[in-house]
């Protein structure tokens, strides 16, 4: 199993959750650094429980919806907690379409090139916004014991990011002017 044992198992660790809940996390507050779908979280699911790391209690929602409400066992805790203890390489750079057309686009106009950088810098701006927007649900910076502080600390370094990329595509904009 890849890393995605170990995001859901961390999720698990903070409370129990459905897989309903499971996949909302990844599409809000993971999504900013990592991503899961649907499709690839229950089927996760299901070999985790098999495997002895969650196990599930099923709810009944309404007359007859039934809702499996997922927690960590012992034996995930155990699992998540030396995956958490381990010192990882830092994975090789990302890839970038963008940052690939930047790199080729010479071979545009001037007008196109900056139509290309002015694009990409007002997409970042969107993204730091939303980022930004995002830090609202902290008014304060969270204890550091929380779970909440370890969010805290992702979104921080994504607002950072976003800073960066503006900064260095507004960089980028005025040496195409000169």
Wanted: glycine share 6%; hydrophobic share 35%.
């Amino acid at each position: 199993m890849g890393v995605l044992k170990y995001a859901i198992l961390g999720l698990l660790n903070q409370k129990e959750r459905s897989g309903y809940d499971l996949t909302k996390e990844f599409e809000s507050t993971l999504n900013e650094f990592w991503n899961a779908k649907q499709s690839q979280i229950y089927p996760e699911l299901k070999k985790l429980t098999e495997d002895g790391c969650v196990e599930y209690r099923v709810e009944i929602s309404g007359t007859a919806l039934e809702k499996k409400i997922y927690s960590i066992t012992p034996k995930g805790r155990e699992d998540f907690m030396a995956w958490l203890r381990e010192r990882r390489p830092l994975p090789a750079t990302p890839k970038s379409e963008p940052r690939l057309q930047i790199f080729f686009s010479s071979a545009l106009g001037a007008q196109e090139r900056m139509s290309l950088l002015t694009d990409q810098l007002e997409k970042h701006r969107r993204r730091m916004a939303h980022l930004q927007n995002n830090m609202e649900k902290f008014p304060q910076v969270p204890p550091a014991e929380s779970d909440a502080f370890g969010d805290y600390l992702v979104l921080l370094g994504a607002i950072m990011r976003e800073e960066n990329n503006c900064r260095w595509l507004e960089q980028c904009i005025n040496l195409c002017g000169k």
